[in-house]
Structure formats: structure tokens, C-alpha cells
């Protein structure tokens, strides 16, 4: 709380709070504060400060309003086994996992998106207002916490396909560094599923980065998404200011939340390298298409790379991008592989033609 106190204000909220209130509690009712016309009598006046202080805390911490645009007009499940599955993922993570209901919890979910996606930079990556309006809309946010400290986050809003049916759009989310490797992404997932299961959803969507290897393996082998989509430079002018010369590829999952997910059928033959990691940066085998399936590799972990050498970054994205976009076009599936690398399975074809030939 050290770099709160260089604010007389803030100081005040600390002094006030330290004792009884979290960090995000403390964080969001500073900012409430900074917008008061009389900043000094809240420094100078101890008892008026006090009050005002405690009557934004109970205000921070109350419900914000969210309507459920799904639960009227959909039929919940009668099962409670949905929720099982979510459970069980939480307690093996080791944290809690609820809506985000609260102006404190706004709060938390900032903050770990913020730490995630903007650490240091002087901005929210999701400002408090947004995730406001999407609770009033009914959106179904949830918060991971270890204790009393929020570690992940999961976004997302209610929607409706092009036939009618429900979904869920889920949008981005957060794990802290500190979390990590405890299954805390898959917990938040599952009972993202849960919700939507209730409500009678049985399809949620979303995009992740096609460069990012832990992405693929959690979204498509851990979870069992399917992917319905190659979408270059989906992120647009938002990433400019990125290292890498390229805006990224994205690729876009469905998951089916009912029935088992299918598996690829590759004739049992053992797929080629389309491309392959030789020294740091991708080989491009020209020949992949006329294989059965094939393997595509991508670095271990692409935000390092950005980081530390873009240009491979970009080289590695021109590669990669190129084969998923002509995979697609051609009607190939693709899945991820226990060897760290998308697979890639050709379209069955009639008798008498050859796999990338008309």
C-alpha cells in the first residue's frame, strides 16, 4: 500500500481502511474520492472523512445490477451435475471461483486483468465502466480467488447465433502469474460451462492467439474445443504498439457443451512437418499439403519471443498464418498434438484423388 500513500487523500482511505477492508475495496473507493469537490476537508476533518469513507465502502460493496437475458427465456437444467465437473476443477486449483456481483469485485477483476495485460503501464486494460455496463447487461463474469485475493478472471456476454440459438461470447482471460500451473484457467472455464448449462447453453465461442502454444493446448486438448476459424490480423490497430510488425492471427473455438468431442482421424499414419523449429525459427515444408496430416509447429512461448527478438516473432506468424489460412480454405481440421503442435487433418477425399489435389 506504500505508493497509495503519496496521495494526502488516499493516505486518509488507508488509514481509514487498512484494517478492514481489501485491497480492491481501498483501490475503487480512492477513486470515488478523487472526484469529490472538497478533497481538503476529507484530510483535514477526521470524523466527516470517516463517515464519508465507511458510506462508500457499503456502497462499493453493494449488488450491481444484472439481469439474466437468458434464465427467463431458457429452461434451466434440471441436473445439477453440470456444476460437478466445475467444482471439482476449483477445489484441484485450490481457489474459489464467483460472479463477479459487486463494485469491489469489478474492482479485483481490473486488477488482475490489468496485471496481466497492461502491468506497469498507467492504464486499464478493461476500464471499471465497461465491465459495469456489461454486468448490467447480464454478462456472466467470473472471479477466481486463493483467500481473500482475486487471482483470475474470465469474461464474457450472452448472445444469440445466426439460427436463434443461445451462446455465450467469452471474452478475455486473466490468470496471475502467481497462479499458474495450478489449473486455475481450466476452473474458470468449467464453470463458465456450468452457467451457461443451466441457462440451456450448450455452445460457447471465443478467439485466442494461433501463436500462443499454452492457449491451443488448454483450449483444444484440455477442454475439447473445436476450432471454426482462421481470422488474420483479427486484433487490428489495438496492437500497433506491439513489438511484432504484424497484428495477430487469431483462431476462433466453439465448444460444443453436450456430447463428446470428436477426434480426428488421421488413417493412423504418421503426420508430416509442415513446419517445423530448426535453430530458433520455422522450416516451411512446401510438400505438407499432399499428406494425410501434418504438424505445425509454434514457439514455445510467443510473448517471450515478441519481447526479446520481433522480427522472428513476425517470421514465425507469416509461416504459420499461411499454412492454418490454406488449411482452412482447403477444409482441413485442425486439433492440437500432444508433441506441442497443431495437427493438421486432411478432408476425406473420393477414391482415386490425391490429398491437395483437385
Not at 179 to 202: H, S
Not at 228 to 244: C, K, Q, S
Request: hydrophobic share 50%; charged share 15%.
Amino acid at each position: 500500500m506504500s505508493e497509495l500513500v503519496t496521495d494526502p487523500v488516499a493516505g486518509t482511505v488507508v488509514a481509514v481502511l487498512c484494517a478492514d477492508a481489501s485491497e480492491a475495496v481501498i483501490g475503487e473507493v480512492i477513486a470515488d474520492l478523487r472526484h469529490v469537490e472538497d478533497r481538503q476537508a476529507l484530510t483535514t476533518d477526521s470524523a466527516g472523512a470517516a463517515a464519508a469513507i465507511t458510506d462508500l465502502v457499503e456502497a462499493t460493496n453493494q449488488q450491481v445490477f444484472a439481469p439474466d437475458p437468458l434464465a427467463a427465456s431458457i429452461a434451466a437444467l434440471a441436473s445439477s451435475a453440470p456444476a460437478e465437473p466445475a467444482a471439482a476443477a476449483a477445489s484441484h486449483a485450490g481457489v474459489g471461483i464467483r460472479p463477479i456481483e459487486t463494485h469491489a469485485d469489478v474492482a479485483a477483476a481490473v486488477t488482475v486483468l490489468d496485471g496481466v495485460f497492461a502491468p506497469g503501464r498507467g492504464y486499464h486494460f478493461y476500464p471499471p465502466s465497461l465491465l459495469r455496463n456489461l454486468l448490467a447487461a447480464g454478462a456472466p463474469m467470473l472471479l477466481a480467488w486463493d483467500g481473500d485475493a482475486p487471482v483470475g478472471v474470465v469474461l464474457a456476454v450472452p448472445g444469440w447465433t445466426a439460427s436463434g440459438q443461445p451462446l455465450v461470447q467469452s471474452g478475455p482471460m486473466a490468470v496471475l502469474p502467481t497462479a499458474r500451473g495450478r489449473g486455475v484457467a481450466v476452473a474458470l472455464k468449467l464453470a463458465q460451462r456450468a452457467w451457461a448449462l443451466e441457462r440451456g447453453v450448450t455452445e460457447i465461442r471465443w478467439t485466442f492467439d494461433a501463436m500462443a502454444a499454452v492457449s491451443a493446448n488448454l483450449n483444444l486438448r484440455r477442454l475439447g474445443a473445436t476450432v471454426a476459424g482462421f481470422v488474420p490480423g483479427y486484433e487490428g490497430l489495438r496492437d500497433a504498439d506491439t513489438p511484432t510488425s504484424l497484428p495477430y492471427d487469431r483462431l476462433l473455438v466453439t465448444w460444443r457443451l453436450a456430447g463428446a468431442s470428436e477426434t480426428p482421424d488421421n488413417g493412423n499414419a504418421e503426420p508430416v512437418w509442415a513446419v517445423a523449429a530448426v535453430e530458433g525459427l520455422p522450416v516451411l515444408n512446401h510438400a505438407w499439403s499432399l499428406a494425410r496430416s501434418a504438424l505445425v509447429a509454434v514457439p514455445a512461448d510467443i510473448a517471450a519471443l515478441r519481447r526479446e527478438d520481433p522480427a522472428a516473432a513476425s517470421t514465425w506468424q507469416h509461416i504459420v498464418g499461411a499454412v492454418l489460412q490454406h488449411a482452412f480454405t482447403a477444409g482441413w481440421r485442425v486439433n492440437w498434438d500432444s508433441r506441442g503442435a497443431y495437427l493438421l487433418t486432411a478432408p476425406q477425399i473420393l477414391p482415386g484423388h490425391r490429398y491437395g489435389q483437385p
